[in-house]
């Protein structure tokens, strides 16, 4: 996390004023990195209506999944690519709750972990995670990561698969990775691309000892994959307690089936992401709805 990196380099974030070329000062936050400085200059926002519809989403699903009860304090974090680009993605700034999100405190950030909008700084394995997902995964619109409970309670079992034992299940029949090698935080580009390179064209990578990682083409997409994850841990984990025989679901019926996700992977997602942004503006009550601004 972020703050390890900074006790582990005995040094605070520090505000530094820099001159421009025409003379006017800009702030900027640095954040010290295994590989140097990633600084975080404040502009302008951006305007295009797809990019403020991305906000709008990705600060949503903040938002959704701490809900949920998916997140873990302030270390987790979702991203999404600006439409258009493969080398700008939108992130949480580090010490800002998943309650607190906004579509306008996100973070703009480029493929080199520049800040090019907004104030603050990700933090360092966010940046290293997702930025290299997004570039080399075909699905990577959108890269959720989080230590949500089931699912990463089963990462901590020597066998940490998961069983075919449900409808919830079937849905990830030859869709996750199973990254075997945990080697503590992700704090540069050579471990950012192991684990790209493990999840490989996979929508899920399931890391030992750590957490989970969802891909999808659109925020709603991840989300979904995200959601229908933990329930299926959540399912298979109960029936691991009652210490009975599971029963396996016939190989052609889960085929089948996710011929079926398939198919309807993308309106599944959209139904059930729209619903649940539904749920945070009738919230308004409980200050909710001000994730849109």
Avoid at 259 to 284: G, I, M
Wanted: net charge negative; proline share 3%; charged share 25%.
């Amino acid at each position: 996390s972020l703050a390890s990196l900074q006790l582990i380099k005995g040094r605070m974030p520090e505000l530094a004023w820099n001159n421009e070329t025409n003379g006017k000062r800009k702030r900027e936050q640095e954040i010290l990195g295994p590989n140097g400085l990633i600084k975080a200059p404040i502009r302008s926002t951006v305007t295009d209506a797809a990019v403020h519809q991305a906000r709008i989403d990705l600060a949503a699903c903040y938002r959704i999944l701490d809900d949920l009860g998916m997140n873990e304090g302030v270390d987790n974090h979702l991203t999404v690519m600006i439409p258009g680009t493969r080398d700008r993605f939108l992130c949480i700034a580090y010490g800002i709750l998943w309650s607190q999100v906004t579509a306008s405190n996100l973070l703009l950030l480029d493929g080199e972990g520049n800040v090019l909008e907004g104030d603050g700084a990700p933090d360092p394995t966010a940046f290293y995670i997702h930025s290299r997902i997004h570039l080399k995964h075909p699905h990577a619109t959108c890269v959720l990561h989080t230590h949500m409970p089931y699912a990463t309670a089963l990462s901590c079992l020597k066998d940490m698969q998961i069983e075919m034992i449900h409808q919830n299940s079937a849905r990830f029949y030859d869709e996750i990775a199973y990254d075997t090698e945990y080697t503590g935080l992700v704090l540069g580009k050579e471990e950012g691309d192991r684990l790209a390179e493990n999840m490989g064209a996979k929508r899920v990578l399931l890391h030992q000892n750590h957490g989970v990682i969802t891909a999808g083409d659109t925020v709603a997409e991840a989300f979904d994959e995200m959601y229908y994850l933990e329930r299926a841990a959540m399912i298979q984990i109960l029936a691991m307690s009652t210490n009975k025989p599971r029963k396996l679901i016939d190989q052609d019926v889960i085929t089948n089936y996710k011929d079926q996700v398939n198919q309807f992977r993308s309106v599944w997602a959209d139904k059930h992401f729209q619903a649940r942004k539904r749920a945070l503006f009738k919230s308004s009550a409980l200050g909710q709805a001000d994730f849109a601004s």
